[in-house]
């Protein structure tokens, strides 16, 4: 089956929660690889946001693409959707540069050509200089000390402008990249481009707290 890789620019922090409960001074974890413990996007909170942002649009063919439960007499039966979501990875990330206020986009070259191996040759993508989106520096050293010490924001729930609640979330700092694909069948080829130029043609709120403007997203086809 085709497959289509996109890559996700973090336009806003993002936080895609991994719901799991935390004892630690971090109340809020996100979402992390199982294997690499790098930030992640489930495959299922993609595809959920996705779902959410085509629906807001009024897109007409959703329940084709995502899935739908259909009534069969006195009982509904779930219809899968035509397309499969993959976890998105992530490729590039913004990391301090020692005393200065700016920042450099770094990735790590031998992880970017792990996932190019294990997962994305599989749907024929090869990277290019294994994978630096972005324009990207290659620095393996600070890729791993960004991805390990991730920004953590104090949120707060006033009442009469008292606070009565602290709490505290990790996030993926903005101008991060991830990347993920999108496989879909021969058939379907017109209604996924049509779908693909619905998900690129404008921001995608993915995660928690849209409220307050995290997780906006540009997705880009890149392939």
Not at 84 to 109: G, M, N, R, T, W
Request: with cysteine; proline share 4%; charged share 20%.
């Amino acid at each position: 089956m085709p497959a289509a890789i996109y890559s996700i620019e973090l336009i806003t922090n993002l936080h895609a929660g991994s719901g799991d409960s935390s004892y630690e001074i971090v109340d809020k974890e996100i979402q992390r690889d199982t294997a690499t413990n790098l930030p992640t996007i489930y495959a299922s909170s993609l595809k959920g946001a996705l779902r959410e942002f085509l629906e807001h649009k009024k897109w007409p063919f959703v329940d084709n693409v995502f899935g739908c439960s259909e009534d069969k007499g006195k009982k509904k039966e779930q219809q899968s959707g035509s397309f499969s979501f993959l976890a998105a990875d992530l490729v590039a990330l913004p990391a301090a540069i020692q005393e200065s206020p700016y920042y450099k986009l770094v990735h790590c070259s031998n992880t970017n050509k792990s996932l190019e191996t294990n997962k994305y040759k599989w749907l024929g993508y090869q990277f290019t200089d294994a994978g630096s989106f972005g324009n990207s520096e290659n620095n393996p050293a600070a890729f791993k000390e960004a991805a390990a010490d991730l920004p953590v924001i104090a949120r707060n729930h006033l009442e009469n402008g008292i606070s009565q609640n602290l709490w505290y979330e990790r996030v993926v700092p903005h101008k991060a990249i991830f990347l993920t694909g999108i496989i879909y069948e021969d058939k379907d080829k017109v209604m996924f481009d049509d779908f693909s130029k619905a998900i690129t043609s404008s921001l995608v709120q993915v995660g928690a707290n849209a409220t307050v403007g995290y997780g906006l997203c540009k997705f880009t086809k890149i392939n």
